[in-house]
């Protein structure tokens, strides 16, 4: 079972990036995901998550209107696309899924780093 994040890296204020969460090893499709970052110093939170079907996103209030969480279940894939960046979103970002019978996020990625410059 595996999750690799990538797409992180540096940027400016203003810029965007799109992070990608490919999975392996589980049936991606039943899965809910979401992503979550932990900046230097803080706590992990959440960021953004979507259902199975790709319907019914939810975002924390700190990037609604600025990221796009979308998913191709036919690629076993995982998007967060993230525009307007601000220096307060630099933190290493972190895919997760859970299943229904679980309730809880039980499969993470390894994090991909975002860093963004003032």
């Known amino acids: 079972v595996q999750l690799q994040a990538s797409g992180g890296g540096l940027v400016q204020a203003g810029d965007s990036l799109r992070l990608s969460c490919i999975a392996s090893g589980i049936s991606f499709r039943t899965y809910h995901m979401g992503w979550f970052r932990q900046a230097p110093g803080k706590e992990r939170e959440f960021v953004a998550a979507?259902?199975?079907?790709?319907?019914?996103?939810s975002y924390a209030d700190s990037v609604k209107g600025r990221f796009t969480i979308s998913r191709d279940n036919a690629k076993n894939t995982l998007y967060l696309q993230m525009n307007s960046l601000k220096p307060e979103d630099t933190a290493v970002y972190y895919c997760?899924?859970?299943?229904?019978?679980?309730?809880?996020?039980?499969?993470w990625g390894q994090g991909t780093l975002v860093t963004v410059s003032s």
């Open positions: 979507i259902a199975r079907g790709g319907n019914g996103p």
């Open positions: 997760a899924g859970k299943t229904i019978l679980t309730g809880t996020y039980s499969v």
